[in-house]
């Protein structure tokens, strides 16, 4: 099942704010090396962290199993702001629009060595459902080349926003994905899995596993 | 009209592509400005798959036949310096790097000897992963390859979208997108067999007919491929039509 929070609801959920922002550090400082991002506290957290921001959190056994953050384009984000010489023409903007950012999967939870896992397409599958819901239907993203290829396959429309560059020794490329109903049947299809992920209210308690 | 704009038209075309044959052609029609006039994009086959299996893993090419049935007879793909070279790299690279890298070897040597005759000297690769993890690479080849930094992440760009476009119309001309349709009664007594209700219990509890929920029953069975109530019920909270 996959939470959407915003800053607001996730502060008032100390064990939820903790384990989202221990996961950022561990995959973003740890793993990705983006040093810019160190804290002593072992908690990753920037400026766009903000009160209009909305935060997914997949839970699978109480444990929180991915993530990502979602950044309305009205106000300054990563495009904007951090990485501007990603987009070469007009950067797409306005309350259709946001930015998908921090996207993470828990290291428990990846399925293969390169496949993208069943967390990982929820995080997918919960961002169209999500958008959709609120009538956004276009999302920014700043990933590695192969990722344009997995949305291409998930039958988005990409839009490339330039060219790739390289940051450290990883590739990134701005891609604006457009996406509708026939989006969405297909990422489930994909998923093997109809029904919706996106749950109502806020998560249990981490740690506590539902009994089902 | 800028650069980039250029590439985002040739992009475009790309995706407006009806056939994996239009796909090619529009691809080629820019690459060949570079001397990158031959493509072949596919999904890399494991060691050992026969060559008759290795052709359902090509997506787009515009090789000519004999060499396409020369690589696959003679399975070159075991011995092919580009594909060993792709397996460990995740970046492009141009073909001459991938054979300096590879010690001299009898057979890859004759790979690459072949594939002067059919006049591709030197080439591109671009490696790339699928969704499933699968590595697929698009392959552009040509007599003498030029290109400047710009055009270079043009042409990587567009073959991107290339055999993206490529994996779309195949899935939409084959299966994947086969939602099974369950109507609410069927998903109904699915749930409740679930919990371990039978056929006359269901009936009660819906208030149908015996006869009617166990002919519910059947035409969920049948819908999910299920040869039995048990996996039909496992089936259908595996696709998420119940929980």
């Known amino acids: 099942m996959l939470f959407s929070l915003t800053t607001q609801q996730l502060m008032e959920r100390p064990d ?53 953050r979602m950044l309305p384009t009205t106000r300054p984000h990563l495009l904007s702001d951090v990485m501007p010489e990603l987009c070469e023409g007009r950067r797409p903007s306005g309350p259709n629009v946001w930015e998908l950012t921090r996207y993470a999967v828990a290291p428990g939870f990846r399925d293969g060595k390169r496949g993208v896992s069943t967390v990982g397409t929820e995080l997918i599958a919960g961002f169209v459902e999500w958008g959709l819901g609120r009538n956004i239907n276009q999302v920014i993203i700043e ?19 330039g060219y790739q560059r390289t ?36 998560p249990d308690m981490l740690g506590m596993r539902q009994a089902s | 009209m800028g650069h980039f704009d ?23 029609s820019v690459t060949s400005n570079f001397g990158l006039t031959a ?67 009898k057979s890859s040597d ?19 992963i699928t969704l499933e993890g699968q590595i697929a690479l698009v392959s ?10 710009s055009e270079f992440a043009m042409v990587s760009l567009a073959s991107t979208y290339a055999i993206g476009r490529a994996m779309q119309l195949q899935t939409t001309t084959s299966k994947v997108i086969e ?36 002919k519910h029953l059947l035409n969920a069975k049948s819908k999910l491929g299920a040869a039995n109530r048990v996996q039909a019920v496992a089936e259908a909270i595996r696709h998420g039509y119940i929980s």
Not at chain 1, 19 to 45: N, Q, S, T
Not at chain 1, 143 to 161: I, K, S
Not at chain 2, 199 to 213: D, F, K, M, N, V
Request: aromatic share 8%; charged share 25%; proline share 5%.
């Open chain 1, 16 to 68: 939820l704010w903790e384990a989202v922002h221990r996961l950022r550090y561990k995959i973003f400082v740890d793993e990705m090396r983006w040093a810019d991002l160190d804290r002593p506290d072992g908690l990753e957290i920037d400026q766009f962290d903000h009160d209009a921001a909305e935060h997914h959190l997949v839970i699978r056994n109480g444990e929180l199993a991915g993530y990502q």
């Open chain 1, 143 to 161: 990933v590695e080349p192969v990722w344009v290829l997995r949305t291409l396959q998930l039958h988005f429309l990409a839009t490339p926003l």
């Open chain 1, 167 to 202: 940051y450290g020794n990883q590739q990134v490329v701005a891609t604006l994905l457009t996406f509708n109903d026939h989006t969405l049947d297909v990422v489930r299809s994909r998923r093997n899995h109809h029904a919706p992920v996106l749950a109502r209210g806020t």
């Open chain 2, 6 to 28: 250029r590439t985002l038209e040739y992009i475009d075309q790309v995706q407006r592509a009806g056939t994996a044959a239009a796909v090619c052609e529009r691809l080629l």
């Open chain 2, 39 to 105: 493509l072949i994009a596919a999904t890399v086959p494991q060691p050992g798959t026969s060559s008759s299996q290795q052709k359902d893993h090509v997506l787009l090419c515009d090789w000519p036949n004999e060499w396409l049935e020369r690589y696959l007879t003679r399975n070159y793909v075991d011995h092919d310096p580009v594909v060993s070279h792709l397996k460990q790299l995740r970046a492009p690279f141009q073909w001459r790097e991938a054979v300096q890298s590879m010690p001299a070897d």
């Open chain 2, 110 to 128: 004759e790979v690459m000897r072949d594939a002067r005759e059919f006049k591709l000297r030197d080439g591109l690769a671009f490696p790339l």
């Open chain 2, 140 to 149: 552009l080849g040509g007599e003498a390859v030029e290109l400047s930094d």
């Open chain 2, 179 to 214: 939602h099974i349709e369950l109507t609410p009664r069927e998903r109904e007594c699915l749930q409740w067999a679930a919990v371990g209700k039978s056929e006359w219990e269901i009936s009660q509890i819906l208030g149908i007919s015996e006869h009617t929920s166990e």
